[in-house]
């Protein structure tokens, strides 16, 4: 076998001699990388002087570790998966066999076991096992619950495959509802359970589906139209601050200013669509990161309008389409009028589908609009802006549109981040926001919407979720806060999905029209765009 | 001109001239296209051809002269004023490009159906009515899948209407391109080198195609492939150096002495005897120092003409930028002048056939 000769070939050094030479090399890179991360810190001593501080037993550990993981991965994991492909070749379990060999149900009936188990006592833990293997334990949950959930979509991932919008959609609806139940249950009482959902429903659930709106927005100028847009974030501030001063000064209602919010970013997209329309590329990035930092700008030094950095607060909230409030003084507070529980709980929940509501439309009307002609001209125009023009497309019209679309969505979700947060200030825009949004639409795979859903979770979920990892802290000492790390973590696993699927986590194209069958049109045929 | 030729004609070339900075692209070119025909426009590398279907179809805007198109209606425009993409959507030119531009990631159904964006638009009212899903968008949208069903057919595409236009193969993707084209409906379709890297059997049904397309649709055609431009076309019209130099039926064209010197006929071996017979006094000098490496690689035509970098004058007060003796159909008249005899025996004495067929230049650039 062709397979099993080069494999041979490869290993004329053993091995194990290969992996010591390897080694070697990962740990002189190590040392040479960490010896002055690691090996060397400042810090002030007792009278405030600056003073060298000498780690070497943390410098030897990491460069050991890095060592011996260098040298197991030569040594044994290589060969391991180098067998195993071959294993797998024979049989024809290519390529779901890795998978099937991870999920499997003696392990899935451990993983429910050890978690229902670790459920249980888990208020007796720590005095079980003490504090810092009942951190351990509670991460070990989590693992488990991980697990348990992957062994379910793997068994399931046909079906979920096949319907899986409909899925989605279903989940993120019955979301709060299930958090609620589940923490009433555990708490044992239903006040308990909407108290305990705020966290999951307000900082996981709102703020994620803000970030899928964003995305979504800005996938309309970069992932359809091609033109790349480092300065989205300042369609968002339009909308965010059109919603806090006319709400503020004016007393109007969110309804009637969600679309005038819309509207003024949209208005704001075409201004900037019109001296950047001869720009491409590289050019038209600069002008929009340059316009972005402009309204930033603008909204610090115009102190007589936006209150400067100090930024604008006591932002209405949003009303119950005028039938109820979510103030607990007014007299058609929601509690008082369906007669329950006072909770703020409510205006949560109530929050979370209205932005779920907004990021749907969104969704809806670019699904619609790639059915469009506007649509399709628009990744015609990613594709081949001279042959547009040769068809009888009007460039300038068909960006100017992609531009406004993607802004008036941006302008909704602004409106939305100031009724929620009540408070906005120019710090809440800057470029960073427009990077990670670009980020989540690359990552997601341009032009994607379950894609870049799914990145915005991963994206913006798993910074949230290294705050739940308070147990490191009994690893690493008081003063480790795991989401300081949450950038590093952020840039490693865009290289990461970078390098493994190039063209983001959907690389392909769905196509808007077919005569017999619809085909998903491979990543490699489609372009970028050139601005 | 006479008022019947006025009508005849779809398209009129008149004195266009294209300079970029001091280079004349073209200069002073006249021409028309007929109705119902298909005119070929044929030159050496570097004639102009496609600056002129540039100028045509707005993606230049020519520096002077007239460009008139007049429609099967007796509506008339001047294709130099509109706005490049008002050359399609209302004066009815569609063209395609000597380098293929396909939506390569876009299907081909969809690539059809972007050409018929103006259509669509108008009946989605202008996206807003066909969002809200009222007015006849859903019809529309049918009939113009079903266009670009037919012309997948006549293109011979239709068992791939579903692949990206990427996947396509060389000769396929020409033929959706030109079904592209024509999905916008032209009276007039400008046809770029459509046979460029063509294989002998796809260029003969890449011919079929085009004799399938003339009867609705008058075709101007760029062309390198003789065999195509002798075999289709009604009427040719010959660039050198911008400049007209040879207008008539295919026939006409193929045994004038000028379209043969300038183009078809002298090898690379003959030219220097030409130009020596002709008595330039630089080729003399240039063959007497050797090879001029700073001009080319080595004992070419174009080397031997001295650089091509400039150009010649084409009419009074046009400086003459270019070395002597570059323009091989003035050469011809100069000879012709010198030497009466001569170039006419050159030009029977070829193998009959030879000429005509044999490419300057092979396949794609």
Redo the contacts between chains.
């Keep these: 076998m062709a397979v099993s000769v080069s494999s041979e070939r490869d290993t004329v050094a053993s091995p194990v001699q290969r992996a010591f030479r390897e080694a070697l090399y990962a740990g002189a890179i190590a040392l040479g990388l960490f010896i002055l991360f690691i090996g060397l810190k400042t810090d002030q001593n007792i009278s405030n002087q600056l003073i060298l501080a000498q780690r070497w037993g943390l410098l030897i550990t990491v460069v050991v570790l890095t060592m011996l993981g260098r040298f197991f991965y030569i040594a044994y994991g290589q060969p391991f998966m180098t067998n195993q492909k071959i294993a797998d070749v024979a049989t024809g379990l290519l390529p779901a066999s890795l998978a099937s060999r991870f999920f499997q149900l003696p392990a899935f009936i451990v993983a429910i076991v050890l978690a229902v188990v670790l459920f249980a006592f888990n208020s007796a833990l720590p005095g079980l096992v003490g504090d810092k293997l009942a951190g351990g334990l509670q991460f070990l949950r989590a693992l488990a619950v991980i697990y348990a959930l992957a062994c379910v979509i793997f068994y399931f991932r046909a079906f979920i495959h096949a319907n899986f919008t409909k899925l989605g959609i279903a989940a993120l609806v019955l979301y709060p509802i299930l958090v609620v139940v589940v923490l009433s249950i555990y708490a044992w009482s239903i006040m308990g359970g909407l108290q305990g959902s705020l966290k999951w429903v307000d900082n996981y659930g709102i703020q994620i589906l803000i970030y899928v709106m964003l995305a979504w927005g800005l996938n309309i100028v970069v992932g359809l139209a091609g033109l790349l847009d480092l300065g989205y974030v300042a369609f968002y501030a339009v909308g965010a601050y059109a919603y806090a001063l006319l709400g503020s000064h004016y007393g109007l209602s969110f309804w009637i200013l969600l679309p005038v919010a819309g509207a003024m970013a949209a208005f704001w997209g075409v201004m900037l669509g019109f001296p950047v329309l001869r720009l491409r590329g590289d050019y038209l990035a600069i002008v929009t990161l340059a316009f972005g930092e402009i309204i930033r700008l603008v909204l610090i030094n115009w102190r007589d309008v936006t209150n400067g950095s100090a930024g604008v607060s006591g932002i209405p909230k949003v009303t119950f389409f005028g039938l109820m409030t979510f103030n607990s003084t007014d007299p058609n507070y929601i509690g008082k009028v369906l007669d329950i529980a006072q909770s703020s709980a409510y205006y949560k929940i109530f929050l979370y589908y209205l932005i779920l509501a907004l990021a749907l439309l969104t969704a809806f009307?670019t699904t619609?609009?790639r059915r469009?002609?506007?649509g399709?001209?628009w990744?015609?125009l990613?594709?081949?802006e001279?042959?547009?023009?040769?068809?009888?497309?009007?460039?300038t019209t068909t960006k100017l549109?992609a531009f406004a679309t993607g802004a008036m969505f941006g302008g909704f979700a602004g409106a939305f981040f100031s009724a929620r947060q009540g408070f906005v200030s120019p710090e809440s825009f800057v470029f960073l926001e427009s990077a990670i949004i670009l980020a989540i639409v690359v990552l997601g795979g341009m032009g994607s919407l379950v894609g870049i859903a799914v990145a915005a979770m991963v994206m913006i979920g798993g910074t949230e979720a290294l705050r739940e990892l308070d147990f490191l802290k009994s690893f690493f000492g008081k003063d480790f806060t795991p989401e300081l790390y949450r950038m590093l973590l952020f840039g490693m696993a865009m290289v990461i999905v970078m390098l493994w699927k190039p063209r983001g986590f959907v690389g392909s194209?769905e196509?808007?029209?077919?005569?017999?069958?619809?085909?998903a049109?491979?990543g490699?045929?489609?372009?970028e765009g050139h601005g | 001109m006479s008022a019947n030729s006025m009508k005849d004609a779809i398209l009129q070339v008149e004195h266009l001239s294209m300079k970029f900075g001091g280079l004349v692209a073209i200069g002073d070119l006249s021409f028309q296209a007929k109705r119902g025909e298909i005119t070929a426009l044929i030159g050496p590398n570097g004639a102009g051809k496609t600056t002129v279907f540039n100028c045509i179809?707005?993606?230049y805007k020519p520096s002077e002269g007239m460009i008139t198109l007049n429609g099967a209606d007796g509506s008339s425009f001047l294709l130099e004023r509109l706005p490049?993409?008002?050359?399609?959507?209302r004066a009815k030119v569609?063209?395609t490009?000597q380098n293929i531009?396909?939506?390569?990631?876009?299907?081909l159904?969809?690539n059809l159906?972007?050409?018929?964006?103006?259509k669509?638009?108008k009946a989605?009212g202008y996206?807003i009515l066909?969002?809200l899903g009222i007015g006849g968008?859903r019809r529309a949208s049918a009939e113009s899948?079903e266009l670009a069903?037919h012309w997948?057919e006549k293109a011979d595409l239709?068992d791939r209407?579903?692949?990206?236009?990427?996947?396509l193969p060389y000769g396929a993707q020409r033929r959706l391109e030109i079904a592209?084209?024509m999905c916008?409906g032209p009276e007039l379709l400008c046809l770029d080198e459509p046979a460029a890297g063509l294989n002998p059997k796809e260029s003969a049904a890449l011919n079929t195609l085009l004799m399938d397309i003339k009867s609705s649709t008058s075709i101007l055609l760029i062309e390198h492939d003789m065999s195509v431009v002798m075999q289709i076309s009604d009427h040719v019209v010959v660039l050198e150096y911008g400049r007209k130099i040879s207008d008539g039926s295919p026939q006409s064209v193929r045994t004038d002495p000028r379209v043969i010197a300038a183009y078809l006929g002298v090898d690379d071996e003959e030219v220097e005897t030409v130009l020596t017979e002709v008595g330039d006094e630089d080729v003399i000098e240039q063959l007497d120092i050797g090879p001029d490496t700073a001009h080319g690689p080595g004992t070419s035509s174009s080397y031997l003409a001295g650089p091509v970098s400039d150009t010649i004058g084409h009419s009074e007060g046009e400086r003459v930028t270019v070395s002597k003796g570059a323009s091989k159909a003035a050469q011809f008249d100069a000879k012709a002048s010198v030497a009466p005899r001569k170039p006419t025996e050159r030009a029977t004495a070829k193998p009959p056939g030879k000429s005509p067929t044999s490419k300057p230049r092979g396949g794609r650039k």
């Design positions: 009307v619609r609009l469009m002609p506007v399709r001209a990744e015609a990613r594709e081949d001279i042959a547009c023009r040769s068809l009888g497309i009007n460039t549109t194209r196509p808007t029209a077919f005569l017999r069958e619809r085909k049109v491979s490699s045929f489609t372009k | 179809t707005g993606f490049n993409h008002e050359i399609p959507a569609a063209r490009f531009r396909l939506f390569s990631g876009m299907t159904l969809e159906l972007v050409a018929q964006h103006n669509l638009m989605s996206t066909g969002l968008y899948v069903k997948l239709v209407a579903d692949d990206p236009a990427g996947d592209r084209a916008t």
